[in-house]
């Protein structure tokens, strides 16, 4: 079983509408979690990270963190063409362990936005 | 500011070649990570340099080594290249070891093996 996993999708929606994408993992020394966007043939961007549980709000970007579910999501609101990307989810442990300072990525959702 | 650099954007090489990657991080950013994106495998941890050392490393044979100068600059090698070496080569920078969460990634450089 992978640390973390992502649906790949892909997944297609027209524009405006709310995105919302996903990953659950398995190991619980995970503190920070993180949300990448990827184009073709780009470095990852990184669009926000998040310590523990809660929400955090970025413009349209919401992302949402449930520890006690080990579950995570980001929601994109009021979705654009220019949001067509891969969506990579990314955690890390905190200091003292074996994972300490990797970024353990899920396989990445691949969004469209159809205008 | 300027983002992560990587050098060079390509580099094709032979199976059984080594190849050298360049990475220069965003100033003021002392940790370097290096990770591997390989087709249907998603990005793998490679290894992690902070002031000058190895702070971390995955789960990849000892022919994947690296340093990092005095100015945080870093160098990927891969010794003995093998075709499964095929991948994109991304660097990626933080501020610092308590900011490893915080990592800002380079354009990647796509090494082909043949």
């Known amino acids: 079983q992978k640390e973390v996993e992502q649906d790949p999708g892909p997944l297609s929606v027209p524009e405006g509408a709310i995105v919302s994408l996903n990953c659950t993992y398995s190991?619980?020394?995970?503190?920070?979690f993180m949300w990448y966007r990827q184009y073709s043939r780009k470095g990852p961007e990184l669009l926000m990270y998040?310590?523990?549980?809660g929400n955090k709000e970025d413009g349209r970007f919401t992302a949402q963190v449930d520890k006690s579910s080990k579950y995570i999501s980001l929601f994109i609101r009021d979705s654009q063409p220019s949001d067509s990307a891969t969506y990579l989810c990314a955690m890390s442990a905190n200091a003292g362990g074996t994972s300490y300072g990797k970024l353990t990525f899920g396989q990445g959702t691949i969004l469209t936005v159809h205008p | 500011e300027a983002g992560v650099t990587q050098s060079p954007t390509h580099l094709i090489k032979t199976r059984g070649q080594q190849a050298t990657l360049r990475c220069s991080p965003i100033s003021g950013h002392t940790s370097v990570y290096w990770y591997q994106q390989a087709l249907g495998l998603g990005l793998q941890f490679l290894l992690w340099y902070d002031e000058g050392e190895e702070r971390n490393r995955g789960n990849f044979p000892p022919r994947f080594s690296g340093r990092q100068f005095p100015n945080y600059s870093s160098e990927l090698n891969v010794n003995a290249l093998e075709l499964e070496d095929s991948a994109l080569y991304l660097c990626?920078?933080?501020?610092?070891?308590?900011?490893?969460?915080?990592?800002?990634f380079g354009p990647g450089t796509r090494l082909t093996v043949t």
């Open positions: 998040t310590y523990s549980s």
């Open positions: 990626a920078s933080s501020p610092g070891q308590g900011s490893s969460y915080e990592q800002y």
């Open positions: 190991n619980s020394a995970f503190q920070y």
